[in-house]
Each structure stands twice: as structure tokens, then as C-alpha cells.
């Protein structure tokens, strides 16, 4: 297709002012809006956690209505998941797919405009739906993010608004997969055929997929919801013929899979940076491939695992289990082929090799206490403890939101054109890693004596436990504090990073993003690369 | 306000005076409370296996690492092995690690559907106990004898250490008798759970769940609500006293002997003073009303509304009689018809009339409530 000279004049230079970043149709911009948006979701959503710990630092109400520390325990839940771990990966995969794959930008660049906007509005809709109760909105959303009806349906005008986030919060995710999805199967650099493209880009395209099937689950069953609150249906009231457990099958089909959609994208970065940091092929990337794909499978079809307790019959209950510990096997693959890549290699240990190794360590333990809930008798007693708790939060703080921040030191150069502070950059792992740690290690001992979830008091024989626990994320907490000036520090200047700012970070890949300046010009691959 | 502020400050000051409290520590525990029925002894060994499979594996993750980290650096001039993934272990790794990771689970699934075949056997029982979760109470009834009690939390000045894991009326149940518990709820999700006697299943409005036990040792047995119930979740503690079989049987004649000559009483036809049935209702409010009203009347508004100076508890007392004994659909209000005898709802609504300055002078008989039943 021919394209005319003004054309060719407009995409000299970005757009100025508000409007660059309103209409923005560009990749880079958009993934930077994501990240940004991420960056302060993760600290409302942290916030909300250290109100929580704090209440939590003595028995007794301290700071806190129950009400209003459950809703705080909900809310920061699902900022952390869709606010915070989700736009972040959009964010990278905005900013690193076009240019792994050697696109000039997204397929759909005006759906991405949308799929991102979207976003603010969901924030503003679930900080109203926090915001009510103190003006006569009824009862705070005391639930859990998971919304179990019949609680959810005394919960005041809150609930609503958030059942309205959710269905944002939805469409957004559905479009940046459509749109993610578009882009790797349609946009690849002529000769970058599938099983050359980089684990990123791979984990994305799973994780994509998942997101289009699982996200109109959620999407009915908060409607159905919202119909058992306003418009006389009962379909989970017991009393008119409906069934309270039903909502948990619909919420656990679209939670289950949702762990992989948070989990995947970290996965793929850690796939590029073992390799450049151990200067060594990655090991393995056949099966890691196949394993995404078996995790996916698997994932779709393992969701009662959440509602053991339900009291489902002794055959669906054996599947949900042998179905649950068989995702060990593609789970362990993965973690094994990362261990053997570093294997022979010739390591060395900048941020984001630090934060991979720690993740597979890390992640391997959430592995095995996942394999202990697995088991179902085991699991009757955990379910709803701290232990619970500790897992999740083993898995995806390291698996999630610790994957991230090595995809931000990572390619942060690319992005910025600076290199980012190395001293601080070792501090601000030693800090958080210690500081998570020190947090949600003494939550496994806490739940195995016998401590629920979701209470605002506790008695007095978990006090030791919950001190170490809310001191640790007081620690946890503050590190971040440098998290956000270190990034601040290297966009605005710092030592000038090299195309290729990282030694190995070609081997095994094509690297197309490497042949590309840092930063990368604002429209790039106008004429697509060739890959042999 | 005062106290609002002053609370974080003793919070700073106590856990220190806590730590080196010797009978805090004797407390401290850091796996399941010791298992004393035939279940959790299972379901604890199974636990402790699993717990050990985990070790292993995290230790030998570590070893790799330490090896790893120590060996292959670029510092000590280690040369990258580049064709290491293309040997046979490259080759074949992706088979193997799934043939061993599988062998592992097997062995772990194996042991763990025999242990879930011990928790679903339905053995008939010598006592089935029918345990109601409601917000914010325990209810328990021996099916067989007829007998019901209501279990709520156990105030601070009086549970002391124990707060929040205590209660008024226990559950009693006997030793090395087979114990079959029902669980439903008459409002939200709750779970009944007590780790030492018996493995948790949620009690859900319309189901009706099956867990058992047979208790091998005397003693008291504590545990809390673990499904989120709203408000009051962290306050809604279990208490279980299990003691010998003739004890229990001891027990149980009382408990009956009790029940009758209160049905005796509310029968009686008599009719009762202001005074009398507002020393009755104050006790019984307290009971089964305060959880969601208040003590003192006020409510947890808009869900739980107040009762103090209500136009309910002032106006016509038929719609007050309506609202207490069929539950108000649509609303939290549950129907205390069939929980409570015609002389407890009367004084219950006696108190609501008269307490809190609401003064109508109301003193609503027995006959009264059988009237608008």
C-alpha cells in the first residue's frame, strides 16, 4: 500500500501535549501509560495492605470497623490483580511485542487506546465503590474478592459499583487480548517463524487466549449477581430455588485460569532473562512452549479446587484433585528447564538475574505448599487459613509482580535510554525480597494454628505470627519507595544505555529489540527486519 | 475520639510485655493442634507427609542453587556451555521431568484418596448433632435427644486469654462415641471448623454437609468460623467439651429434665409482670438480638437497623410480633418463630418495647405471640 507525504510528515515526531496521550494509537506510549498506571494502583492497592497489617499488628479493633477492613482486604485484592499485575504485563507486552516480533505497532492500535482508557474509569468506579458507605451507600463490599453470595447480596450500593468495575475491568482485558493475540499471529517479521519467537511472546499469546475464554465467565456471573440484587432473580438464593454454590463454580472458571494470566507473562520474561544472564541458550524451549500450552489446558479444567469444602461428591472431588496435582508436571518443567539453562552457564548478577533467581526459588516453594492444598483432606483443614494466604501470596508476589519488576530493570534502558542505578537497584531487591519474605513466611505457622482469613481480630495465642508478619510489611512496603526512584532517577538521566545494553542478550532469540536504538524511535520497523 | 487514638499507643507498648508471658508461649504453636479423632489423625499424617515431600524438594532446589551460583560465573571465568541443550539430556529432559514429577504425584494422590474414602464413611452414628451457622452464632442440635443449644462468643472480661476462641454454651459431646455432624446456615456461608476433631465443610444455606468424629480424648477443643460471614466473622468462635460416655448420658438427662419444665412454663398460661419479662428478655436480647442490634439498640445501619426509637418497636405491637416470628423477606431479618418458645419471644419483645427509653409499657404474654403465630 502506497502512503501520501503528509502522512509520511506526520510520523515524523510524536504529537504534543494532552492529546499525545489521550488519543494515543502509539504502542510505546500506551505501554508506558499502562506501566504508569500499574506503578500507582500498586500503591493505593499497597496502601490498603498496610492499613490492613497495621490493624493486624495487635488483637483487638485498633484502626479499623470490621466492615471496613474487609472491604479493604477485597479491594486491595482486586486492585492488585487487575490494577496492578495486569495492566503491568499489558504495559510490556504493549512496549516489547511490536518490537520483539519487528512490528511497526499493535494490530488494533485504536481498540489499544480504548482497552487502556477503559482502565481509569474501572479505578474511579472501584475507589467509588469504597467511598459510599461513608455517605449512606449502605454496607462497605466485606466479602473477599471472590463475591460469595448470599453475603454479596447484603452488601450496600458498594457492591454495585464494583460488580460495574468488574464488567469494565473485563472489556478492557478482553480488547488488549484480542488485540495482543491480532498482533503475534499477524505482525511477525517476515522469516520469524512461531517457534522462533522469544518466551515473552509466547506466554502473552497463551495468556491471551486464556483471558478471551475466561473473562465472560466472570462477566455473567457478577450480572447474575447483580440481577439476584435488583431485579427479583434468585439464582443464588436457596430459598428461591437457586443455588449459593453456583456463583463459586462461575467465579473459580474464570479465577482459576486467572492465576495463569497472572503468572504467564512472568514466566516469559523470566525466559529471556535467564538465558541473557547465564549466556546461554535457553534450555528446553520446545517444552516450555508445549508446557504454557498444557498449563493452559489444564488450568481451564481444575477451578473446584477453590470450594473443596463445598461438599461435592467423592468422584468429581477426586478429579478436581488428581487434575489439580498433575499441573505440577508442566509447572515443574518450566521452573527445571530455567534451573538448567543456568546450568554450564556463565552468570552473572545484575537485578534482573537476581530477581529470576529469586522467583524460582520462591516459586518452586509455593509450588510444593500448592501440591500440600492439592490434596483434598489435607486441604480441609487449610482451606480459609493464613496457610492459604501464605501460599497464594508466595505465588504470586514472586511468580506475578516480582517477574515484573525484573521485566522493569530489564528493559528499562530500552525504554529510557538510561541505564538504570546497579547499587540501587541490588538494595531495592535485598529490601523487598527480605521484606516479603519476613511478611508472609510466618502466614503458613499462623494458618496451621488454626487462623482464618479475612478477620479484622484475632486471639491472642497468633499474636507473635502476625507481628513479625505486619513488621515485614511495613519493610516490604516502604521499599517500594525506592522502587519508584530508581525508575524516576533513570528516566530522567543517568549512564547511556547502549542498543544492546545487556551482554547476552541476544543468545538463543532473534533480538530484533536489540537492533533498535535506546530508546527506540517513536515509530519503529516502519520496514519490517528480516529474520534467517 | 480519645480512645480511638489511644488504642495504637498501647498496641506499640503491650506486644513486649506479651512476648516474654510464659503462658502466651505455652500457646505458641507452629503446625495443627495435636489431632484426637481417627480423621485428623490421618488427615494430620498425610499433612506431615506432604510437608516432607515439600522439604525435600526445596532442599534440593537449594542445593542446585548454591552449587549453581557458586560454579557457574562469569566472575570465576567459567566458559558458557553452548551446545549443553542439545545433548541427550536435552534431548530427553522434557519426558523425564514429567515421568519423575508424575511418580511423585501419584504416590501423593494414592495416599490421599484413601485418606478422603476414611472422611466420607458413613458408618451410621451413635449421635448425630445438627451444627446451624447464622450471623453471628453457633447452633447445635442432638438430632436423637431432642435437645438444642445456642453458641455464641464469651466477652472479654469473662473469656480472658481465650477470647475469641470461647464461648457461653459449649458444645458437649462424649469420648470414643461416633459423632455425625450436619452442617447447614440459615443466612450466609459460614464453616464450622475445629481442627483437632474434625476435618471443615461449609455450612451453606439450602445444603446440607456430613462431616464425623469419634473424639478418643477428654478436654476442651477450640475453633473458629473460617468461611467470611459479613461483620461479626472474627466473632463467632466454637468450643467443644468432650467428656465420657456416662457423663455425657448425665449431661443429656439435664439438659431434657431443663427443656421441659421450660415448655412446662411457657404453657403455664400465666401472666407475667413487666419486671419479670424484662429480666428475661434483657438476658435472651442479648443473646440471640445483640450480635446484629446491638446491646444497646442501636444496630449496625442500613443492614442491621436500630431498635432504639423505632417505629417497629413503638408502634402497634401485632407488626412487631409479625416482624420477630416470620422474619422480615428480604432483609437479614430471620424468623424466630420455630427457634424460640412462645415465652422467650414474648419477653424478647417485651425488652424492645421498654428498654433504651422506649418506655411504651408493653408487656406482650405468651398467648400473645401463640395468638399471631
Known amino acids: 500500500m502506497s502512503t501520501t507525504t503528509t502522512h509520511e510528515d506526520h510520523h515524523h515526531a510524536p504529537p504534543t501535549g494532552f492529546g499525545r496521550w489521550l488519543f494515543s494509537t502509539n504502542h510505546k506510549d500506551i505501554g508506558t501509560m499502562y506501566l504508569i498506571f500499574s506503578l500507582i494502583m500498586l500503591f493505593i492497592g499497597g496502601g490498603m495492605a498496610m492499613l490492613i497489617r497495621a490493624e493486624l499488628f495487635y488483637p483487638g479493633l485498633q484502626f479499623l470497623e470490621p466492615d471496613l477492613f474487609n472491604n479493604l482486604v477485597t479491594v486491595h485484592a482486586i486492585i492488585m490483580v487487575f490494577g496492578v ?47 459510599v458507605p461513608f455517605f449512606g451507600g449502605g454496607t462497605p463490599v466485606n466479602t473477599g474478592w471472590t463475591l460469595y453470595p448470599p453475603l454479596s447480596i447484603q452488601s450496600g450500593m458498594g457492591m454495585d459499583l464494583l460488580i460495574f468495575t468488574m464488567h469494565t475491568l473485563g472489556i478492557s482485558s478482553i480488547l488488549a487480548a484480542i488485540n495482543i493475540v491480532t498482533t503475534i499471529i499477524n505482525m511477525r517479521a517476515p522469516g520469524l517463524t512461531m517457534m522462533k519467537l522469544p518466551l515473552f511472546i509466547w506466554a502473552w499469546l497463551f495468556t491471551g487466549i486464556l483471558l478471551i475464554m475466561i473473562m465472560p465467565a466472570l462477566a455473567g456471573g457478577v450480572t447474575m449477581l447483580l440481577f439476584d440484587r435488583h431485579f427479583g432473580t434468585s439464582f443464588f ?55 504454557m500450552g498444557v498449563l493452559l489446558l489444564l488450568g ?172 515485614g510489611a511495613f519493610i516490604f512496603g516502604l521499599s517500594h519507595l525506592l522502587f519508584v526512584y530508581i525508575i524516576i532517577q533513570t ?27 535506546s530508546p527506540p524511535p517513536f515509530h519503529s520497523f516502519e520496514t519490517p527486519p528480516t529474520v534467517k | 475520639m480519645s480512645n480511638r487514638f489511644l488504642k495504637p499507643c498501647t498496641a506499640f507498648a503491650l506486644p513486649s510485655l506479651l512476648l516474654t508471658s510464659g503462658a502466651v508461649l505455652a500457646e505458641y504453636k507452629f503446625n495443627f493442634p495435636e489431632p484426637v479423632s481417627p480423621v485428623t489423625k490421618e488427615v ?93 452464632k453457633w447452633t447445635y442440635e442432638y438430632m436423637e435427644d431432642d435437645v438444642k443449644i445456642v453458641s455464641t462468643l464469651l466477652p472479654k472480661e469473662e473469656a480472658g486469654e481465650l477470647y475469641l476462641r470461647t464461648v457461653d454454651n459449649p458444645l458437649v459431646l462424649p469420648t470414643d462415641r461416633r459423632v455425625r455432624f450436619l452442617h447447614t446456615a440459615t443466612d450466609v456461608l459460614h464453616a464450622w471448623w475445629v481442627p483437632a476433631i474434625a476435618v471443615k465443610k461449609d455450612s451453606i ?73 424484662m429480666t428475661k428478655g434483657e438476658e435472651l436480647y ?11 439498640g442501636s444496630g449496625i445501619p442500613p443492614v442491621f437497623p436500630p431498635l432504639k426509637g423505632s417505629a417497629i418497636a413503638l408502634g402497634d405491637v401485632s407488626k412487631h410480633l409479625e416482624v420477630v416470628i416470620k422474619g422480615a423477606s428480604g432483609t437479614a431479618m430471620a424468623a424466630w418463630g420455630n427457634q424460640l418458645d412462645d415465652l ?21 404474654q405468651p398467648s400473645d405471640v401463640k395468638a399471631a403465630r
Open chain 2, 205 to 277: 444455606p439450602g445444603y446440607i454437609n456430613e462431616t464425623w468424629t469419634i473424639i478418643e480424648k477428654e478436654g476442651n477443643y477450640h475453633g473458629q468460623c473460617a468461611e467470611n460471614c459479613g461483620t461479626g466473622h472474627a466473632f463467632m468462635p466454637i468450643q467443644v467439651n468432650a467428656i465420657a460416655g456416662e457423663e455425657f448420658d448425665t449431661w443429656m438427662s439435664k439438659q431434657k429434665e431443663i427443656k421441659l419444665a421450660k415448655m412446662a412454663e411457657a404453657a403455664s398460661g400465666k401472666v407475667w409482670a413487666l419486671d419479670e419479662l
Open chain 2, 44 to 136: 494430620f499424617d498425610l499433612h506431615m507427609m506432604t510437608s516432607a515431600v515439600a522439604l525435600i524438594i526445596m532442599v534440593l532446589v537449594t542445593i542446585f542453587f548454591v552449587y549453581s551460583i557458586y560454579k557457574f560465573r562469569k566472575s570465576k571465568n567459567y566458559e558458557p556451555d553452548q551446545e549443553f541443550h542439545k545433548g541427550w539430556f536435552g534431548t530427553w529432559s522434557w519426558a523425564l521431568v514429567p515421568a519423575i514429577v508424575l511418580g511423585i504425584d501419584l504416590t501423593i494422590a494414592g495416599s490421599a484418596s484413601s485418606t478422603f474414602d476414611l472422611i466420607e464413611d458413613k458408618t451410621p452414628a451413635d449421635l448425630t448433632v445438627k451444627v446451624t451457622g447464622s450471623q453471628w
Open chain 1, 237 to 291: 438464593d436457596a430459598a428461591g430455588g437457586g443455588d449459593p454454590v453456583l456463583f463459586q463454580h462461575l467465579f473459580w472458571f474464570f479465577g482459576h485460569p486467572e492465576v495463569y494470566v497472572l503468572l504467564l507473562p512472568s514466566i516469559g520474561v523470566l525466559g529471556v532473562i535467564v538465558p541473557t544472564f547465564s549466556r546461554k541458550p535457553l534450555f528446553g524451549y520446545k517444552s516450555l512452549v508445549w508446557g
Open chain 1, 491 to 517: 528516566v530522567r538521566g543517568g549512564e547511556k544505555a547502549a542498543d544492546k545494553p545487556w551482554e547476552g542478550a541476544q543468545i538463543g532469540t532473534p533480538g530484533l529489540e536489540w537492533t533498535l536504538s
Open chain 1, 300 to 471: 481451564m479444567v481444575v477451578w473446584a479446587h477453590h470450594q473443596y469444602t463445598i461438599g461435592m461428591s467423592v468422584a468429581a472431588t477426586n478429579y478436581f484433585m488428581i487434575g489439580t496435582i498433575l499441573i505440577s508436571i508442566p509447572v515443574g518443567l518450566m521452573l527445571f528447564n530455567f534451573m538448567l539453562t543456568m546450568w554450564r552457564g556463565a552468570m552473572t548478577f545484575e537485578t534482573p538475574m537476581l530477581f529470576a533467581i529469586a522467583i524460582i526459588v520462591m516459586f518452586s516453594f509455593a509450588g510444593t505448599t500448592g501440591v500440600m492444598l492439592a490434596v483434598v483432606p489435607a486441604d480441609l483443614q487449610y482451606h480459609d487459613t493464613y496457610f492459604v494466604v501464605a501460599h497464594f501470596h508466595y505465588a504470586l508476589i514472586p511468580g506475578a509482580l516480582f517477574g515484573l519488576y525484573a521485566g522493569v530493570f530489564f528493559w528499562l534502558p530500552k525504554w529510557t535510554g538510561h541505564m538504570y542505578n546497579e547499587t540501587l537497584g541490588k538494595i531495592f531487591f535485598w529490601w523487598t525480597t527480605i521484606g516479603f519474605n519476613l511478611t508472609f513466611f510466618p502466614q503458613h505457622f499462623s494458618g496451621l494454628a488454626g487462623m482464618p482469613r479475612r478477620i479484622v481480630d484475632y486471639s491472642v495465642q497468633f499474636v507473635e505470627f502476625n507481628q513479625i508478619s505486619s513488621i
Open chain 1, 85 to 131: 499485575v495486569m495492566p503491568a504485563a499489558a504495559g510490556m507486552a504493549n512496549w516489547m511485542v511490536p518490537l520483539q516480533i519487528g512490528a511497526p505497532d499493535m494490530a488494533l492500535p485504536r481498540l489499544n487506546n480504548l482497552s487502556f482508557w477503559l482502565l481509569p474509569a474501572a479505578a474511579i468506579l472501584l475507589m467509588l465503590s469504597v467511598i
Open chain 2, 344 to 364: 422467650e419471644l414474648a419477653a424478647i419483645i417485651t425488652y424492645e418495647r421498654n428498654a433504651w427509653e422506649n418506655n411504651t409499657g408493653d408487656a406482650v
Open chain 2, 286 to 296: 442479648n443473646k440471640n438480638c445483640s450480635a446484629c442490634h446491638k446491646p444497646d
